[in-house]
DNA sequence: CCTAGGGAGTTGTTCAACAATCCGACAAGG
DNA sequence: CCTTGTCGGATTGTTGAACAACTCCCTAGG
């Protein structure tokens, strides 16, 4: 029985083979380009130049084009015709899109619920912990980030790689309207009770409940962004 | 000089030609391909070659290769790196995944749906007509099709453009699972009631029972499929 | 002040060549 | 017979250059 013949076993290493040489100049290109976008570096509305990029990161065009295309589809950045790819600037109409949908996916998710045992439920109480833990370090932007993951991680329960995918994008375009506001510490803070009380009712198998509150929780920070991002001065007037 | 032996001449007018109706090159070959795989004229597992392709279609390599991104973003097409594109092989997990996907948004949806005005049931009412009419011919694929409209118009109640996107994707990949099968009739008849009884529940405001019916409805839709797909034989052992 | 047009600069598209990688075949060894 | 190693053909990944097409700004003329 040392032949290790076994089944589970090749699956787990053709996947890590697979994700290890995923890696086309395109795609890394795509990553870090990502990074700078999710991060804030580049503000909203920023162009980025072919010509610049090209001579920044040692591709060529039409790689760089790939990378752009990318983005694009996950909606990180906008495609002109003849002008350019831009950071988008996300408006009210694409904020109240945009909740629509994570409401529907996160309510759909918790609503239907079926066992909420401890071990899946791990990952939401990380997030937490990380999110409490950046709020008294008053990092609030770490406490945004750790919000997200709370909410991916609720997507997770789904079980479904797909859907998983559709949350992280819709994620990283919310993330693009957090960097329009200038103070991030009451678009975080009172979620991290919010998200503690969550997670207590879901360990405690009331889905119901929990989908109800998440409810109401996404209305109140669709509100408060609204309010905060009509309000906010443009950064490029 | 009236003999045209210019060169950017022809260029020109063929690329007149090409981009006379508004979109870029590379979504018109998109739509073609899509139209390929969406009917079932590749089977899953077949590789899309590049070189046969821009032979044939007459496009350059990156045209070509951004429809097959395009696609690849809908689901209709996988890229393994190195390798090329290939029409999906979906199993029974991905169809679990699939499922689970859809079960979440559209139940999602009804769930907190409010106001379900005659109007905007409009898209509804007439994916069920279609649907009926195409049953009453016997064209059961044409059946499947409406009733993915059904569907797609369920989801277009809550009113995201980018919850309507996923969905499309979602289903789009769901149909290459249809075209397994080998008898389609058993696969979409039952279902043209189902969504008449849902319709009728939404028109009438129930959008809890609706809810709740829809729910069963994915769960046998589901269990169907997977033992359909799991008794079909494949086409290439 | 307003409009037409011209030019500079940028993106859109294609092509050909080279590098990197995969696949099947075939041979050597247990 | 089965496994392992290696080779060569075929396919994809990436690059750089060339030219077409478009946008934007600036200027001349009204």
New interface residues.
């Given amino acids: 029985m040392t032949d290790a013949a076994d089944q589970g076993w090749l699956r787990t290493v053709a996947h890590e083979v697979r994700s290890f040489?995923?890696s086309?100049t395109a795609e890394r290109v795509a990553e870090l380009l990502r990074a700078r976008v999710i991060e804030g570096d580049l503000p909203p509305g920023t162009r980025l130049s072919e010509e610049q990029l090209v001579e920044v990161l040692h591709v060529s065009r039409?790689t760089l084009r790939?990378a752009f295309?990318?983005l694009t589809?996950e909606?990180l950045l906008v495609h002109r015709l003849h002008r350019g790819v831009f950071v988008p600037e996300l408006d009210e109409d694409d904020l109240v899109?945009?909740y629509?949908?994570r409401?529907?996916?996160?309510?759909?998710?918790v609503?239907?619920l079926e066992g909420t045992d401890a071990v899946r439920l791990r990952p939401l109480h990380d997030a937490v912990a990380a999110a409490e833990d950046a709020a008294r370090r008053g990092d609030w932007p770490a406490v945004g980030t750790a919000n997200m993951r709370f909410h991916l991680a609720l997507v997770a329960l789904?079980?479904?790689?797909?859907?998983d995918e559709?949350a992280a994008?819709?994620f990283a375009?919310l993330r693009l309207l957090f960097h329009t506001v200038d103070a991030p510490r009451p678009l975080h803070e009172p979620y991290v009770q919010r998200n503690r009380a969550l997670l207590d009712l879901l360990a405690a198998g009331e889905t119901v409940r929990a989908a109800e509150e998440l409810?109401a929780y996404l209305y109140d920070s669709e509100t408060q962004l609204r309010t905060v991002h009509r309000d906010s001065p443009r950064r490029n007037p």
Avoid: K, M, P, Q
């Fill in positions: 040489d995923r086309s039409n790939e295309r990318l589809h909606g899109d945009l629509r949908a409401r529907a996916i996160e309510c759909g998710v609503a239907r789904g079980r479904s790689r797909r859907l559709t994008r819709l375009e409810d």
